[in-house]
């Protein structure tokens, strides 16, 4: 029997520029989001990549900066097989000089880069911002030339008719990639929101002193009233105290009796989309934070496997949180937890480090 070489895992280093080249070579392998690439779930399995290898081979060689990798294992293939997988290689060469594609995608039928365009037949357009850095700007446009989506679609300021639709549907019924896109989108804002609070509250320590002050001196306040009426709206804004709308960080996540009689070791992702997995260890239930404490992406619970996957670089968190694989440099962070009146109650406000020794707390854990 021929033997041939076939991919049993793909990954993605860092470096990740977001330009679709990957999704548009291989689009049942790789999803572009909006602030990386990631594998999907389903190919992290040696049988759905398998068949997939010369896609995964391609979008490889098509990424402008090499950070997808893959390992290959020899196999034995029928002749018709080993004929098909040839076929395909030859199929995936690049477009010959001069020739327009036969049937474009809607992609090649757009305008797209000089050189692309050239060796295409159709007409160039970068479609890249003109004060984007020249090296950044290069290698997106020539990999939007190879017909992504994703990139135009983040280049335009229309939201697409697809992207509006999933975000009509409640996330316990979208499909299990644009829940885990959404559950990262969402993830994205509370941190840029956490981020700004932070940034705020250093850079503005002085209008929290004034407030205090105006709170305890009658004249300040007096002075300050009648400033606020005669400078208008602007400064009565300022003599507010500084409330951020944020969303409430306390998500009520059940009764006691349901994580109570889950199994050891087990996990509950009812409120992922609210950013935490339940978890029951021996003699405690417990929240974890879902964001991988590598590089921030959403890892995917795998009950088979028993435990978290990162899709981003391979990191492996036990169903405690321990991470055990990958380059994640330490277990995932736990939120606090408390019971009032037999209903659990998560605190995603005050977090806790196992590194730190603080899984011993009593807050982070309930007893049971
Ligand atoms: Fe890199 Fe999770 S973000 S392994």
């Known amino acids: 029997m021929p033997k041939k070489d076939l991919v049993t895992k793909v990954w993605i280093e860092e470096g990740c520029i977001v330009c679709d080249a990957c999704e548009t070579a291989a689009p049942d392998v790789f999803e572009v989001l909006e602030e990386t690439c990631i594998i999907r779930p389903d190919a992290m399995k040696v049988d759905f990549t398998k068949p997939r290898t010369q896609n995964i081979e391609d979008a490889a060689e098509e990424c402008p900066v090499d950070v997808i990798k893959f390992e290959t294992a020899s196999f034995e293939v029928s002749a018709e097989e080993a004929a098909a997988a ?168 059940g009764s006691i009796e349901k994580y109570s009689e889950m199994p050891p070791n087990d996990v509950n992702e009812d409120f992922k989309p609210q950013g935490v997995w339940m978890i029951r260890q021996e003699g405690q239930i417990a929240a974890l934070n879902i964001i991988c404490t590598h590089l921030g992406c959403i890892p995917n619970w795998l009950p088979n496997d028993r435990k978290f996957k990162c899709p981003c670089h391979g990191s492996g968190f036990k169903p405690s949180g321990i991470n055990f694989e990958g380059p994640a440099p330490r277990p995932l962070e736990r939120f606090k937890i408390l019971e009032v009146e037999g209903q659990i109650i998560v605190d995603k406000s005050k977090k806790f480090q196992y590194e730190r020794g603080d899984w011993s707390n009593p807050d982070s854990f309930v007893a049971i």
Do not use: C, Y
């Open 86 to 253: 040839e076929a395909a290689a030859k199929d995936s060469e690049a477009v010959p000089s001069g020739e327009v594609d036969p049937a474009p995608s809607p992609a090649a039928a757009s305008p797209v880069a000089p050189a692309v365009a050239a060796k295409r037949g159709v007409a160039a357009n970068p479609g890249v911002a003109a004060d984007a850095d020249p090296t950044l700007a290069a290698l997106l446009t020539t990999a939007n030339a190879r017909g992504g989506a994703a990139m135009r679609e983040r280049n335009s300021a229309v939201i697409p008719d697809v992207v509006a639709e999933w975000r009509r549907v409640a996330p316990e019924k979208l499909p299990p990639d644009i829940r885990h896109a959404r559950t990262l989108e969402i993830a994205a804002q509370s941190a840029a929101k956490e981020q700004e609070r932070e940034q705020k509250e250093k850079t503005d320590p002085d209008r929290r002193t004034v407030i205090g002050s105006i709170a305890l001196g009658a004249g300040w306040a007096a002075f300050g009233g009648a400033t606020a009426i005669s400078a208008g709206p602007a400064f009565t804004r300022f003599l507010m105290p500084n409330v951020l709308e944020e969303p409430d960080p306390k998500v009520r996540v």
